[in-house]
């Protein structure tokens, strides 16, 4: 109780997450190539089975980002890191062999790839990017908005919809990719005030808005970035970054 006689609210829970993106217009196989040594042999024959160049080059970014990243939260070599799958396919960090203690999640689009990281346990994380230059397939939203999120949507000038349907959008994703049930998740279950993000639930989700958190920001010049943060009365304080892939080494750790 405080001094007046009324409840003591509960303290806001500070998720300390650390943000990596690198945007990857323009490079080549032979670019990425030197990358690939801190991959896993899985890692290495799933990027082999890509048909398609650029994806090859996608999986190895993003998958050498990620190593450097947990490396640099970790105190690991990115060689000692591994992923399993978790509850709902979700990838879990592992170190030696054994759950790494921390929470990620990577994300890529055309152009981009980031991760997301938090060196706290039962932290559930969510991360997404999106191209602002991608024309918005604004004919979905009826399938993935709810009436209120349209409403605003509908209401922004038409010049700015774009932007507006990737904003709702990456908050979405955020926030299925936190909980880890991805697109099996009613998306209409939930939902989101953009300006700053709040969410809220329907009762049957058995949520609470108090304990997510979310930031939403524009990174390397043309994309848009969400992240979600779960836990008890959780508030994020997120350290961003941009990497450059001409310097990016991933023997090296980041900062």
């Given at each position: 109780m405080s001094a007046d006689g009324n409840a003591t609210p509960?303290?806001?829970h500070a998720?300390?997450?650390r943000v990596w993106t690198m945007a990857t217009t323009g490079l080549d196989e032979a670019?990425?190539?030197r990358w690939a040594g801190v991959l896993d042999a899985a890692e290495r024959e799933r990027a082999a089975r890509f048909v398609f160049p650029h994806s090859r080059i996608t999986f190895i970014a993003a998958h050498a980002l990620a190593r450097a990243a947990l490396a640099?939260?970790?105190g690991a070599s990115p060689p000692s890191l591994?992923?399993?799958a978790g509850a709902h396919g979700k990838p879990e960090a592992l170190l030696e062999g054994r759950p790494a203690g921390v929470a990620f999640n990577l994300s890529h689009t055309e152009g981009l790839v980031g991760v997301a990281v938090a060196a706290q346990g039962g932290v559930r994380l969510g991360?997404?990017?999106e191209p602002l230059a991608r024309r918005a397939p604004l004919a979905v939203a009826p399938r993935v908005f709810t009436a209120g999120e349209r409403a605003w949507l509908g209401a922004l000038p038409a010049a700015e919809r774009g932007e507006g349907f990737f904003r709702l959008w990456t908050l979405k994703e955020a926030f299925i990719k936190a909980t880890g049930k991805g697109l099996t998740q009613d998306l209409s279950s939930f939902w989101f005030q953009v300006f700053p993000p709040v969410i809220g639930f329907a009762p049957e989700l058995g949520e609470r808005p108090a304990d997510w958190a979310f930031e939403q920001r524009r990174v390397q010049g043309g994309f848009l970035a969400a992240l979600a943060a779960g836990a008890p009365e959780a508030r994020i304080d997120a350290t961003w970054r941009e990497v450059d892939a001409a310097d990016f080494d991933?023997?090296?750790r980041l900062v």
């Open positions: 509960p303290a806001a998720v300390a997450v670019d990425v190539s640099a939260v970790t591994g992923f399993a991360f997404d990017v991933p023997a090296r």
